[in-house]
């Protein structure tokens, strides 16, 4: 019966794929691709109006294990394709052709959320490179359709651009991009709603738990979050995010785990707790920490303390702009954070050693929060000597105009370099020197006196308004102007 409805779906497909107008580009592939709704298969159609490439490559190496039933139709013949470990070779044919295979996803889901996988009984997260098998060579800047056909009810959040949706059809422009980094997607019974802020929107989506999210609360939160990072300097640092909010129902804080992704493009997901009350979330920082990251492109992970400090100071510094937390408030937590990285910063291993071994030693605290003193430092050098005119937010700004989206890792060392040549500044740089090789944490005694810091315990400060530099200290935490 599957055979017998293949071949005549595919052949349907081919007629009306060589009479149909389309969008993409010639040569490009079509995708289409249809699920059930017990969420256990996908069924993927990739059809070629021109050339039929050699070979369709899988980038996930589980990906061979889930795939069944793969064919290559044209007008004249159904070809049975050979899987060669992550590779299917296609015959070679002069005419438009279809390739059809279908993919199981009975065991997606089985394993912990922090493996990439999740399921719930009407949702389905994985990576689509566990599905998705890409024409060899395609152009770094080539783009193609590619058309979920989904039960009544049932959406699609992924990270490439999402063009329509109508009548049960899901429609995304997919590119390569970043090949290698990593991308998650969800499949099921939920809805994606664009949320449109100066400079671009974020394809939100929550998906369903047990039990279900306080969806409202949850809508509060993320707007929330997402104005806050749009008040860093005025609009959204990148045009286009899939916002990705997956409920666990397990953990010891609202969000117990939260990342950034890049593969296919810019992308946030946050796994949450959603049996704490919404309060709990409006009070928590792992949001505006993530949505922070996309403020600069992605760094190489041996360099993850310029990552994480620039997060880290922002997580702080955008909460008191959006009022969601009091400036003497954002002042404390980073005061706090700063004592939390001094008390782990050990003798004898630079700030490079230590930010590389990272994950193995779990020096958190020296890496994240040496990252945010230095950025703490760039942003006070920089408004000091231009006398307002610049700052971390407006280097930010000029990075975001010159180089964001952008489809390559930076070193942290290059993106210092950059930062320098659009401020026509040396003070990135120079940080850079002082504190990679350094085995001490950065040296803030001298911001404090300016800005009129004055510690009053670990985690509590006195706010000096007589200071020298107390009108760099409440800009700081300042929204910008209109």
């Known amino acids: 019966m599957f055979d017998q409805l293949f071949r005549q779906a595919a052949a349907l497909l081919v007629v009306l794929w060589l009479l149909a107008p389309t969008a993409v580009q010639a040569g490009s592939p079509h995708y289409t691709v249809a699920t059930d709704e017990r969420l256990q298969h996908l069924d993927v159609r ?7 490439p050699r070979r369709l490559i899988a980038r996930d190496e589980r990906a ?7 064919r290559l139709q044209t007008r004249d013949e159904v070809v049975e394709l050979k899987q060669q470990g992550s590779t299917l070779t296609l015959p070679r044919t002069d005419a438009p052709a279809c390739v059809q295979y279908r993919v199981d996803l009975s065991a997606i889901g089985k394993r912990q959320w922090r493996s990439g996988n999740w399921r719930t009984r009407d949702a389905l997260v994985l990576d689509p490179a566990l599905w998705l098998w890409n024409p060899d060579g395609v152009r770094e800047d080539e783009r193609w359709q590619l058309d979920f056909e989904l039960p009544p009810g049932y959406d699609v959040s992924a990270p490439w651009n999402r063009l329509d949706r109508s009548e049960g059809t899901v429609t995304y422009e997919v590119r390569e991009r970043m090949p290698g980094r990593e991308a998650r997607m969800a499949i099921g019974r939920f809805s994606v709603e664009s949320i449109a802020l100066p400079g ?3 394809r939100y989506a929550l998906l369903p738990g047990e ?4 969806a409202a609360a949850m809508r509060r939160w993320v707007t929330s979050g997402a104005r806050a990072l749009a008040s860093a300097y005025g609009r959204l640092p990148v045009p286009d995010v899939q916002l990705l909010v997956v409920p666990t129902g397990r953990g010891r804080e609202p969000v117990p785990w939260g990342e950034v992704q890049r593969g296919g493009g810019d992308a946030v997901h946050l796994y949450i707790d959603q049996r ?3 309060e709990e979330f409006m009070a928590d920082w792992v949001l505006v920490h993530e949505l922070s990251h996309l403020l600069h492109p992605v760094i190489v992970a041996p360099d993850r303390w310029l990552s994480e400090g620039i997060a880290s100071y922002y997580q702080n510094v955008l909460r008191a702009r959006a009022g969601l937390k009091r400036a003497q408030w954002a002042w404390n937590a980073l005061h ?6 001094i008390r782990g910063t050990p003798r004898g291993r630079s700030l490079a050693e230590v ?27 920089l408004r000091r000597r231009s006398g307002g005119a610049q700052s971390l937010d407006t280097a930010l700004a000029a990075l975001g105009d010159c180089c964001l989206p952008t489809d390559r890792s930076w070193s942290a060392r290059e993106l210092m370099q950059q930062l320098d040549r659009l401020t026509d500044t040396t003070v990135f740089i120079q940080l850079y020197r002082k504190y990679i090789d350094s085995d001490n944490f950065p040296d803030l005694d001298a911001v404090y006196a300016e800005l009129g810091l004055q510690p009053m ?5 006195h706010l000096d308004p007589t200071a020298p530099g107390a009108a760099i200290r409440e800009a700081i935490m300042a929204a910008p102007e209109d």
């Open 64 to 70: 061979p294990d889930l795939l069944r039933a793969a």
């Open 336 to 341: 706090a954070g700063f004592e939390r990285g």
């Open 200 to 202: 671009g929107r974020l």
């Open 355 to 381: 930010s590389e071994t990272m994950m193995r030693d779990h020096s958190f605290m020296r890496v994240y929060w040496s990252g945010a003193a230095i950025a703490l430092l760039a942003d006070v050098e």
């Open 457 to 461: 315990s670990a985690t509590r400060l």
């Open 276 to 278: 704490r009350p919404g």
């Open 46 to 52: 990739a059809c070629f109006e021109g050339v039929v």
């Open 211 to 214: 039990p279900a999210a306080d």
